[in-house]
């Protein structure tokens, strides 16, 4: 990778955090994972959120480059790797709140409660395990376009765990 490109995807990590940001807000509210409908209305309201940020991304998205850097060659280069950088955006959501749901689960016994927060760390790690494993395989692939791949490639995987996981909250905790 060239300096150019780093650069270029320092700044999506940035407009990354920036979109995540009202989800962890929103994730740090306990009150969501009382009841099946504050879950599923967190869910849901993390959806629309995400949907709304990821459409002004991809409408405006030299603009918004363009506010972090004047370089022509690293706002073009970051305008193309945030096309693929953030294929899944709008699932931004499932990925804090399944987590948060499992660090926060009710459980009658402590012991019990800390076996959640090693669930939620183990599932935390894994995925950035699995990421970084992504992106040595794409990078010895395909080079820079290895990288920018895995991260979609790593949600996906996740997403379905996810899936799985809020599935089973919801037939078994509720």
């Known amino acids: 990778m060239n300096k150019v490109q780093i650069l270029?995807?320092?700044?999506?990590?940035i407009i990354y955090f920036f979109m995540i940001f009202p989800i962890i807000i929103l994730s740090l509210k306990k009150e969501i994972y009382n009841t099946k409908n504050s879950f599923c209305f967190a869910i849901i309201i993390s959806f629309v959120i995400e949907i709304i940020l990821s459409a002004i991304l991809y409408i405006f998205n030299k603009s918004i480059f363009s506010i972090f850097s004047n370089t022509s060659g690293i706002i073009n280069y970051a305008v193309y790797s945030s096309k693929i950088f953030f294929i899944s955006s709008s699932l931004y959501g499932i990925k804090i709140l399944i987590p948060a749901y499992i660090?926060?689960?009710?459980?009658?016994?402590?012991?019990?409660?800390i076996s959640n927060k090693k669930k939620s760390a183990i599932l935390f790690l894994s995925k950035i395990a699995v990421n970084i494993l992504l992106i040595l395989i794409g990078y010895n692939l395909f080079n820079t376009k290895g990288i920018l791949y895995s991260f979609p490639v790593c949600d996906l995987i996740f997403y379905i765990i996810y899936i799985i996981i809020f599935l089973n909250i919801i037939r078994n905790n509720f």
Do not use: S, V
């Not at 270029?8 to 990590?13: A, S, T, V």
């Not at 660090?103 to 409660?113: I, L, R, V």
């Open 8 to 13: 270029g995807f320092f700044l999506n990590l």
């Open 103 to 113: 660090f926060h689960q009710k459980t009658e016994f402590q012991a019990k409660k």
